[in-house]
């Protein structure tokens, strides 16, 4: 093993100390690191030595090492870089490309979504800009799939408060018991569609956060013609894009093997 590489296996490890420490709230010693993480506990001890060091960990008198204030400051710089359109964007626009469909981003703001990123196909047929536009939760594909996240009680109180919300067609609107069905059904598919008047078919798949809670949607819209008979295709695509995306925003590597 070159020097390289051990620079690399020692650069791994310090990050996999670090995250470790930062999941619980009273620090950890060298003998609970070294068993939580399977690393030797030699290796622990000079890792832990060299971070406390660089000043990332300090040595409190019980001998527990604890977080410093040093790693705030990778915390704001996250906050000033992270920007989740930026980060969605290729995985988007390629599948804008594979499906050859309009493809949205939303995101929840309260009881209702805004729509932050729109691609449009090269087809003759695209859809109106939706960049901007708010909607309540629970009247697109987008903000079901959002909605269809939370717990229970609190998807209870949203369609509650949103009983009088303004809709453009009233068929999209929720009921305790039509809930009940859309959420069984989004549940088994893995994706929401919505049945409206219009001609115009909505599917969509959730993005989650760290937590398991809504990050985002991703929609795939366009003519009924066109996609009606691939609801279930379009439906795993999102999916599959929805994934993707969760992995990329929480520093993971995008799994291209994932199918939805």
């Keep these: 093993m070159t020097s390289e590489d051990n620079r690399h296996r020692a650069l791994v490890r310090g990050l996999e100390l670090l995250e470790a420490v930062a999941e619980t709230p009273h620090g950890m010693g060298v003998t609970e690191l070294a ?71 939303t995101v929840r703001q309260g009881d209702y979504t805004v729509s932050l990123d729109q691609y449009d196909p090269s087809s003759p047929f695209r859809m109106v800009p939706h960049v901007g536009n708010a909607a309540p939760l629970y009247a ?28 453009e067609h009233p068929e999209v609107r929720l009921t305790p018991e039509t809930w009940a069905r859309e959420y069984e059904l989004a549940r088994t598919r893995g994706f929401v569609w919505i049945p409206r008047s219009d001609d115009v078919e909505r599917i969509a798949a959730v993005v989650l956060d760290q937590n398991g809670g809504p990050l985002a949607a991703v929609s795939v819209y366009g003519p009924r013609y066109r996609m009606h008979d691939r609801l279930n295709e379009l439906g795993k695509e999102a999916r599959r894009t929805a994934a993707a995306i969760t992995r990329v925003a929480m520093g993971l590597r995008r799994d291209d093997t994932d199918n939805g």
């Design 140 to 167: 697109t594909a987008a903000g079901r799939a959002l909605m269809f996240t939370l717990s229970v009680s609190e998807q209870r109180r949203i369609i509650d408060d949103l009983v009088g919300a303004p809709v």
């Design 35 to 105: 068993e939580l993480t399977g690393i030797q506990k030699s290796t622990v001890s000079r890792l832990v030595a060299t971070l406390v060091e660089t000043g990332y960990l300090l040595r409190r008198e019980d001998r527990k090492v604890a977080l410093t204030g040093r790693v705030l400051g990778l915390a704001k710089g996250f906050r000033r870089q992270y920007n989740l359109s930026d980060l969605a964007r290729p995985l988007l626009t390629e599948l804008r490309d594979r499906v050859g469909e309009t493809v949205i981003l």
